[in-house]
């Protein structure tokens, strides 16, 4: 194919920002070589060739090898497919009746029915329950419970059924722990699982985007052969079997969250590699309830399932919100991005809130819709399970502001938390060090200094009595510590903001700054098609009418003078009276920098459509606003433009708010905004960019991880510098789970603003790293966290308009709450370059901030003993058989399988079509191709596409040579007629406007040919004009759309092509789409 020619062109040497990009950055399965095609046309009649029926039974001996096959993927497609992906329901479901399941003969027991009853009033009282669709409850199947119980427990239940003998019911419920049964409790149990089940089975169908069931008696401790713990069947362990089986998911995470270890959960996927069990518990080193062994952080699963079961026990009561979100920062989130789950299911009990007599600990309500939150850019397919929770007040507020959340609202600010305790960062590299050896996201801890001592210790007793008390076997509060844990309560409902904004996502953009253009080099990057194409590709996502339009306006001379000095202000208001030619003189003196008689106005009307985006989201106007705005200003200084920069729009906007945290992940170091803000404790600058030792733009190092910034601003300038170019998702993700959201959240904001450059973004000519559209979304979901999620983007560089346009594009979306999906790569591991960046970012750091507190050293050695055996949990030794120890996981089983590029560029299936017809360019003779066609083992000269990409390896693992996959379909498509007989696709015709006769194009709706945007852009002048969208390569063929910014294939094409090869080569294209016509009229 033909690359469609980017709309940037080369600069001028001395604007030193620019990096030459290659001539060409896509590889293509017909243009790899030349831009010939091979024509091996058989005809539906022929009987296939004796080397067709050898290549397919080589390619199907192949298959049965297990030869992986490497997918190519354009690097937009996800963003593409993303167009029409808006945010869904939530599912809601309960069962009124669940209340009738209470303890006869202890009224204060408290797993009661004011539970439930609870949680939905309040979810009620904040319209919460009126927004969810709502799911009808139902009952399991004794076919869906046995899966994982056994039958003897449905009918030993079932014979409780309508029984109103207390005695016989207490007798009964005394040889198991922790249990009450009620005459409706076995039906109401099953209500339960199968509600649970019909809940996730929406949410993978798609009928809703997420849901949650509140429902009891609750699960996660129901074990096989036994009710446990309040439970009596496995709600959550259903229902991720019942995705498993009937809906076909492959990785399934399980986040439980309740204070007591779920271990039947654990126990009935231990060894399945399908399955993650993440658990936050208290322990106490066995002493705390259910006080079993296996609740430790060494057991993490057996056979297949090894490393794929958590444990994080927690070692002392009054853990606070600073100690969960380390989990979350630390161990959670960095494993959930790797494993790249299809669901997502929270056993969510609240016994961990802040005023629970069972878990002491001091978590906020508000707390559990932050990391909820979280849990949400791991995928959107989400179900929240309702578990424990015994104070009433806590409970139905954490639950409520967690269906809230689900419900696509931010979660509210949490009051300043306190950092994460020694205890909790000794469980934490505990953790860390009985999983790194499966997971390559844990690589923070250094090889030296301060060390980690490693220890397993256990104060519990694992005897099973024979019998189990029925009556005041639960803890208490004396009423003292209730008032006062009650007070402390309704002083945190009352300062949790829950008001809502009047709009969610405010946009502006304003033509007038178009005005500023370089007109010496009309072809520079930072252009006005910047900004332009952000704006249509949002139109064109259906964004604008879900967006509040916010009116354009120029900053005033004062607020910009609140970082400028007025020298150079004055200076900028000379340029609308200076001569062009002078302008261009001018640009000398700075750093990439090029002026305009409209520059100021410009810059003016982009840095005060920043500020009226950020009045309005502090104002609550707007929940959140996104700002397509140019010139960037990152680069600009108090007295000085550089880097295409001539008023710093986020530190103006910066220092009209309170307490702002300041993100920048533009490529290039914001060495203006650093040093505008390098003395100020009330903006937390935070910098993600290319550094190269010093060597990349602006060429300063002040840009290293060693500026922190002086007097009252020291500790709050943080630079997280790159030295390599090819940084892409893996990185940034993990700059953002170590650094960027611990301290975020220690600092806590009032508002967000990012500086929000797309020159990291791949494909881009400048940055030369790979972060995916995708990856800007996820990280904007992340940042919508904090601040109650007042976040304004604000628009700095990135110079491939596709790129920045389907970035700027995801953020957006992602503000708006809509899903976000990934591609999954099985072990993509950070590069070490980049680890030592994130290190040394950590050790200048951990003095300013507490919660980078785990850089300690771990252990080189094993220091762990095998787990002991313990109650209910099978045979843990290596020899334990299991279904899933020869199944081959499509995440990281214990296979140790070799996914690198080289590995899969080796099993490349491309050099045959799936009709045995050779795809790839030639360059032999007619011998050649003789000896070939003679010889189905011999390939003579050919070279296929798999020949080219291995020679290109090095240029295809450093990012300077891509794929592209066609679209499968247009709408485009539509609106093509057949071809007139008089219309022929000629080799070497003029464009209609111009002389150029080599890199010319077709429009297939009206036959002109004009010359490619590498060129004159005559053919895009001629879309914009006409609305022709579809156009075909002369060179090679190839179909682009316009309209979609995109390669189109598709049967309908066929004729075209056809057309254009029978006049370069003098013979039919062979027909490789499906075998059902496709005819055209």
């Known amino acids: 194919m033909a690359t469609p020619p980017p709309t940037q062109s080369r600069r001028s040497g001395g604007d030193s920002k620019k990096v030459t990009p290659p001539t060409s950055n896509i590889v293509t399965r017909n243009g790899a070589r030349k831009a010939k095609i091979q024509t091996r046309a058989m005809s539906a009649a022929a009987k296939p060739s004796a080397s067709l029926i050898a290549a397919k039974k080589k390619a199907q001996q192949k298959k049965k090898q297990n030869h992986f096959v490497m997918e190519i993927r354009d690097h937009f497609q996800i963003a593409m497919e993303s167009k029409t992906l808006v945010k869904g329901p939530t599912g809601f479901v309960t069962e009124p009746r669940m209340g009738e399941h209470r303890c006869l003969w202890d009224e204060n027991y408290p797993e009661c029915p004011e539970r439930l009853i609870s949680v939905i009033k309040r979810c009620q009282e904040l319209n919460l329950v009126q927004r969810c669709k709502h799911l009808e409850p139902r009952a399991a199947t004794k076919e869906e419970l046995c899966v994982l119980h056994a039958p003897s427990v449905y009918e030993m239940l079932e014979t409780t059924h309508g029984n109103d003998d207390a005695a016989y019911l207490e007798e009964l419920s005394s040889k198991f722990d922790a249990i009450y049964i009620h005459p409706s409790t076995h039906e109401l149990a099953l209500i339960s699982a199968g509600s649970t089940i019909d809940m996730v089975d929406s949410i993978v169908s798609g009928e809703v985007q997420n849901g949650a069931a509140f429902v009891r008696p609750p699960g996660h401790h129901a074990m096989h052969s036994e009710p446990c713990g309040y439970c009596f069947y496995n709600n959550v362990a259903l229902a991720a079997k019942h995705a498993l089986d009937k809906r076909g998911l492959q990785r399934i995470l399980i986040v439980d969250w309740d204070v007591h270890h779920g271990q039947a959960t654990q126990q009935m996927f231990y060894d ?30 057996s056979g297949a399932g090894k490393g794929y079961n958590f444990n994080v026990p927690l070692n002392k009561t009054g853990m606070k919100d600073g100690d969960y979100l380390a989990i979350w920062h630390q161990l959670l989130l960095p494993m959930a991005y790797e494993f790249a789950p299809q669901l997502v299911i929270v056993s969510a009990g609240y016994d ?34 309702l578990e424990g929770g015994y104070c009433l007040t806590s409970l139905a507020e954490g639950a409520a502001l967690t269906l809230r959340t689900l419900l696509g609202d931010a979660p509210p600010k949490l009051e300043p938390p306190t950092p994460p305790c020694d205890s909790i960062r000794d469980t934490i590299l505990d953790c860390i060090y009985a999983h790194r050896q499966y997971w390559s996201c844990y690589s923070y801890q250094p090889a030296r200094g ?6 397993v210790r256990w104060r ?31 002083h945190l409902r009352a300062v949790t903001d829950l008001t809502s904004p009047t709009h969610a996502v405010g946009y502006v953009y304003d033509e007038a700054m178009l005005k500023h253009r370089n007109v010496v080099e009309p072809g520079h990057v930072e252009s006005p098609e910047r900004i332009m194409r952000i704006h249509e590709r949002h139109r064109d996502f259906g964004l604008l009418e879900r967006l509040h339009r916010l009116p354009g306006r120029a900053a005033s001379d004062q607020e ?15 340029l609308a009276s200076t001569k062009l030619r002078d302008l261009n003189n001018q640009k000398e003196e700075y750093d990439s920098v090029y002026f305009h008689p409209e520059s100021l106005s410009s810059a003016a009307v982009a840095a005060g459509c920043v500020l009226q985006a950020v009045e309005a989201v502090v104002s609550g106007q707007c929940g959140a606003a996104a700002c397509v705005v140019r010139p960037p200003g990152h680069h600009a200084a108090r007295a000085a433009p550089a880097g295409f920069c001539l008023l710093n729009n986020a530190a103006l906007a910066a220092r009209a708010a309170h307490r702002v945290l300041l993100l920048d992940w533009d490529v290039h170091h914001g060495n203006g905004t650093q040093a505008l803000t390098y003395t100020d404790d009330q903006i937390l600058y935070i910098s993600i960019h290319r550094y190269d030792h010093g060597s990349f733009f602006p060429h300063s190092k ?41 301290i975020a959240h220690e600092y806590n904001p009032d508002l967000v603003i990012v500086s929000a450059g797309f020159d990291a973004c791949v494909g881009d000519p400048l940055g030369g790293c790979k972060v995916t559209p995708e990856c800007y979304g996820r990280m904007t979901q992340l940042l919508r966290g904090l601040a109650g999620g007042r976040v304004v983007l604000c628009l700095e560089g990135g110079y491939n308009t596709t790129a920045i346009s389907y970035a700027m594009t995801m953020c957006t979306k992602a503000l708006l709450g809509d899903p976000i999906l990934h591609h999954y790569e099985p072990r993509t591991a950070c590069h070490w370059s980049a680890v030592e960046t994130i290190n040394n970012v950590i050790s200048t750091h951990k003095k300013y901030w507490k919660s980078l507190a785990f850089q300690l050293a771990l252990p080189s050695e094993d220091v762990l003993q095998r787990p002991a055996p313990s109650r209910g949990l099978s045979d843990l030794s290596d020899a334990l058989s299991s279904s899933y120890e020869d199944t081959k996981s499509d995440s990281k089983s214990g296979s140790q399988l070799d996914t690198s590029l080289e590995h899969n560029m080796a099993n490349l299936s491309l050099n045959k079509c799936g009709d045995g017809v050779h795809c790839g360019t030639d360059d032999e003779d ?37 794929a592209v996959v066609p679209l499968g379909w247009c709408p485009h498509l539509e609106a093509l007629y057949a071809i007139p007989a008089g219309v022929r696709f000629q080799q070497g015709l003029q464009c209609v406007d111009c002389e150029h006769t080599l890199e010319n194009w077709v429009c297939l709706h009206c036959y002109i040919t004009a010359c490619a945007r590498g060129v004159n852009a005559h053919m895009q002048a001629h879309w914009a004009a006409s609305g022709h969208a579809l156009v075909l390569s002369l060179r090679d063929l190839s179909v682009w759309c316009c309209a979609c910014d995109a390669y189109v294939d598709h049967p309908l094409l066929y004729d075209a092509k056809n057309n254009a090869h029978r006049c370069k080569f003098g013979e039919d294209m062979p027909w490789c789409y499906a075998a059902d016509a496709v005819e055209m009229h």
């Open 272 to 301: 399945d590699p399908r399955v993650v069990y993440f658990s936050i518990h208290r322990y106490e080193h066995g002493s705390f309830w259910p006080q079993l062994r296996q609740s430790d952080f060494h057991y993490v699963g």
């Open 352 to 385: 961990s809130a802040l005023g629970d007599e069972k878990g002491e600990m001091e978590v906020s309500p508000a707390c559990y819709a932050v990391l909820l939150h979280a849990l949400q850019s791991v995928t959107s397919r989400v179900c929240v399970v």
């Open 450 to 455: 301060d060390r980690h001592e490693v220890l």
């Open 560 to 574: 910009i003078l609140s970082v400028h000095s007025d020298k150079y202000l004055d200076r900028l208001k000379e």
């Open 926 to 962: 007619e011998a050649g191709d003789t000896a070939s066609n003679s010889n189905p083992e011999s390939t003579g000269n050919t070279k296929s596409l798999v020949d080219y990409l291995s020679e290109n390896m090095q240029a295809l693992v450093e990012g300077e040579m891509f």
């Open 460 to 490: 519990g007793d694992e005897t099973r009595p024979s019998r189990f008390a029925t009556r005041d076997c639960y803890p208490t509060q004396d009423e003292p510590t209730r008032r006062a844990l009650e007070d402390r309560l309704d």
């Open 702 to 742: 002040d840009a290293d991880y060693t500026a922190v910034g002086t007097g009252r601003g020291e500790g709050y300038n943080i630079n997280i510098p790159w030295n390599k170019r090819g940084m892409g998702d893996a990185e940034y993700m993990a700059a953002f789970t170590q650094v960027v959201l611990p």
